[in-house]
Structure formats: C-alpha cells, structure tokens
C-alpha cells in the first residue's frame, strides 16, 4: 500500500481519537463452519460450500456484476488480527467496531435454525479470533432476526465477553420490518446489556426484501414517508443505468410527490457509485446527475423542512432547482402546499429563478 | 537502476528506469523517481509511465488489475481496450494508462510522463 502508518495525514492529527464503526471482516464459510453447534456442526460439517459461500444454498446473492466480482477491486482479507491491523494502520484508526461480511447476508437465510446457529457460530469464531481489545479491534455480537429469541440469549451470553461492543442486527431482507413486535426479545437484551444495535444492509439482500418491505409497512405515515421516494429512486436508478435517457434523449419525465432532499442526495450518490463502476453502464456518455438534470423535471409538493428556510433553500439549489423543479399543490390531499408556501423558503432565488420554478420551467415542459 | 539521470538539449531529465529487456509483456515496475511513484507498464508492446497515486483518495493506483473494460456499441456489450486501463484496487477507479484520464470523470485524471527508449534502457521523461 502507498500509505503507511507514519504517513498520518495532517487532517487527521487535529483529532484525538478515531474510531471505525464500521471495520468489516471478510469471514468465510470455512472460518465459520467448525464452530457450528449440533445438529449443523454434524450436517454441515461433511461439506465445506464453495470457497466463499455466496454461491452456496446458505447465504442467498442476488448475484449482481460489482468491481470485486470482475476483479477491478482487490478487497483485502481480514480474518486474521494481523490482517485487521494492515487496515487499522491504513485508516490510522485507533479503535474498530468489527462488522461481518459474509453475515450481512444472513437476515434472508430462509432456514430460521440454521441462521441462529451460523450467528452463534460467527461470534465463536469472531472471538477466538479477531477480537483484541489491548489492540483496539472490538466487535459487535451477530444475531439471527429470524429467530429473536435465540437472538437475546445469543446476546445475553455475549454481552459480557470482553470487546463485544455491540449488537450487529442484519437488517437487509428482513421480513417483518425492524419495527416488528417479533424482535423485541433483540431490543429488550441489547438494551438490559447496555449494547447498540447496529443495523447494515447489504445490496444484495435488499433486493431480495425491498417488494415485501412495501408490503411490511404496516402504517400510513411510514409508508409514505419512504414509499414516495424509495420507488422514484429505484425507477430512476433503473432507468438511467439501463440507458433510457440515451434511447429517448429529447423525452422528458416529470417525477412527483417526494419531497426535494433525495433529489440532490440521490444525484451525488448515483454519481460516486458510477464512477467506480462505469462498466455497469457503458453506454453513460455523462454523469447520471447530467441525465436526471436533462431529462427528469421534479414537482414541489410536498416540501419537507419548512421551518428551515435554509434547509429548502439549499435543497432547490442542490438539485438545480432553478431549472428543474416546477410548482404543485397536491390540492385537496391532506398534505397539500398553499400558492406562496414555497417562496418564503427560497430567500436565494432571485425574480426570475422563482418565475422559473413557479411557471417557466413547466412551460418548457409540458406541451401547452 | 543501471545508469545516472541524462539531461538533454532541450532542458528535460531523463530517468533510467530498466532495461527494456528486464521489462515482459504485461509486466510493470515501480519506481521512486524525486520523491514520487511512478509505475513503468509494458502493455501491448508499449512502454507507460503513470504516477502510482489515485486521485480519488490516494490509493495505490498502479497496484491494481492492468485490463480491459466493459463498453457498449449499438447494444451489444463488448469487452475493449486490453492492457490499457488499470483500476485501482481501493474503490476500483479505472484510469486509461496511455493518457492518464478517468473513464468516467473527466476532471480526474492521473500523471503520465513519457517515455523514451535508449540503448536499451527504458527512461522516464521529465
């Protein structure tokens, strides 16, 4: 590696301590199999999967081409403490709160049994082999959702083992939602133990969840909370990284009642991913926030975050507001914007940015 | 190194890096030239200089799978430009080596430096 562990960027040497919340390890099936309790120890013992166990029946993937799976991306091991301390000198962090890899997986094992007993076996094995508190390498205690009361037994035991620092919660795929009455026995030991509960996806088996997670909602307002936003992004996620834009340059999409605040933080995001993973969309000739700037149009309401002028402001400005978004009311629902609700909370825009927004951009729009 | 930087007529240094001979088809070497890492790729018959640093965050740029990528014409994908892309292997940021440019992001870009062969000796141009 370029860097080494004297090279400390100046940046860095203002603050105190740097603690990693999120040091993954990159535990094998292999790793985790010996530790499994009966029956599965016998069961499973006889074969030991592929070599890294996503292909295999106990962890389900999606399946999808990244830059690890074409080899652009040389992720390094670390299943040992001495490989963990390579990426501790590497980040000059001084503590890590140690994260699974292989188990981000484990909320969409279908068998409940076997994914208690792979949490159990993942914290043996995470224990016996990475955790090292004299180091700074502590770790967070696995827990099979599926089976919640296995769950706070697994964490009842664990909590007191030195450098066990957290709860890890693998929270994609999961059906119900987190806020189920089903896993409270998991919130009622983490919280008795004094231990956080992390949550993490991983893309992959949130694809397997995200229809079930719509139909997991089981309130209005979280629904629409997310559910607005959530089904844009996906929509326009799918449509610019299969190259709708180029098929269609001149076609227009107006996407509507979501909010402003994905919008930028959706732009900047699809454009950090596809500039590690351009070979995923080669037909892109520009940035994917390029596209959704050219050929999508926004539509106001509802507008979150209207005590903070600022907060508006900045959204609209972010998104290219000036040029994209167009006035709408949603009357007569319930949440619908009055005429000049807007205006107040855009103190930045100038006379014609506001005509723009209040009526010019949607005259370029739509065909009057 | 086999020999002392050379200075030409026209103000540049030239930095011996390796025998050509020492350097085969695909392979690379890096090297510390004033204070920097610059990687020699032999590719397709080519020599390239490149810096060894992303300009992402700093990785180890030339460390990483020297390849081709995945593109698209009409439709169809197609797998071009073998040897002449290097991704580094922090986030897999994929730089063109002949020029140095991100595919994607044209604002990143990476050093190049020529390079120029004499007597057999492959030196990086400055």
Request: aromatic share 10%; with cysteine.
């Amino acid at each position: 590696m370029a860097q080494s562990a004297e090279e400390i960027p100046a940046r860095l040497k203002k603050i105190d301590t740097i603690v990693d919340c999120d040091f993954h390890v990159t535990e094998r099936q292999e790793d985790i199999l010996p530790y499994l309790p009966e029956p599965w120890s016998n069961v499973f013992g006889r074969s030991k999967g592929d070599d890294y166990g996503f292909l295999s029946s106990l962890y389900p993937s999606a399946g999808l081409i990244n830059p690890i799976t074409t080899g652009k991306v040389q992720s390094e091991s670390v299943r040992s403490k001495e490989e963990a301390q390579v990426g501790i000198d590497l980040i000059h962090s001084d503590k890590v709160v140690i994260t699974p890899t292989l188990n981000l997986y484990l909320g969409c094992v279908r068998n409940e049994e076997v994914a208690a007993a792979l949490a159990h076996a993942y914290n043996e094995w995470l224990l016996d082999t990475m955790i090292d508190t004299d180091r700074g390498m502590y770790g967070a205690a696995v827990v099979a959702p599926q089976k919640p009361q296995k769950a706070a037994e697994e964490i009842d035991d664990r909590a007191s083992e030195d450098g066990i620092a957290a709860v890890f919660f693998p929270s994609g795929g999961i059906s119900p939602l987190a806020g189920a009455e089903k896993y409270y026995p998991i919130y009622e030991a983490a919280e008795a133990n004094g231990l956080p509960v992390m949550m993490h996806n991983a893309s992959g088996n949130m694809m397997t969840a995200f229809p079930r997670a719509f139909a997991d909602l089981t309130r209005f307002i979280s629904s629409h909370v997310v559910a607005h936003p959530m089904m844009h992004m996906c929509n326009m996620a799918d449509m610019i990284t299969r190259g709708v834009p180029v098929r269609f340059p001149d076609l227009n999409f107006v996407v509507q009642e979501a909010g402003l605040g994905y919008i930028p933080y959706f732009m900047r995001r699809f454009d950090h991913e596809y500039h590690s993973k351009k070979e995923d969309a080669p037909m892109l000739e520009a940035e994917p926030s390029e596209y959704i700037r050219r050929n999508f149009s926004f539509t106001s309401q509802p507008i979150e975050g209207t005590g903070e002028p600022e907060y508006v402001d900045s959204m609209v400005r972010l998104m290219g507001g000036e040029d994209n978004l167009m006035f709408s009311s949603d009357y007569p629902h319930l949440d619908f914007d009055y005429t000049d609700e807007m205006m107040n909370l855009l103190p930045s825009f100038d006379v014609d940015e506001l005509n723009n927004v209040y009526g010019q951009n949607a005259l370029e729009t739509f065909d009057f | 190194m086999s020999s002392e930087p050379v200075e030409t007529d026209d103000g540049k240094t030239l930095y011996p890096v390796e025998p050509a001979a020492n350097l085969g088809e695909g392979e690379r070497i890096t090297v510390n030239i004033k204070g920097r890492e610059i990687t020699l790729f032999n590719s397709n018959d080519e020599f390239h200089a490149v810096l060894n640093f992303c300009p992402h965050q700093g990785g180890p740029l030339c460390e990483g799978l020297l390849d081709g990528t995945l593109t698209m014409e009409d439709w169809e994908w197609t797998y071009s430009c073998d040897g002449e892309i290097v991704s580094c292997p922090w986030h897999g940021w994929e730089f063109d080596i002949k020029t140095g440019e991100h595919l994607s992001k044209s604002d990143y870009r990476v050093p190049t430096y020529d390079v120029v062969v004499r007597d057999g000796e492959v030196y990086v141009v400055e």
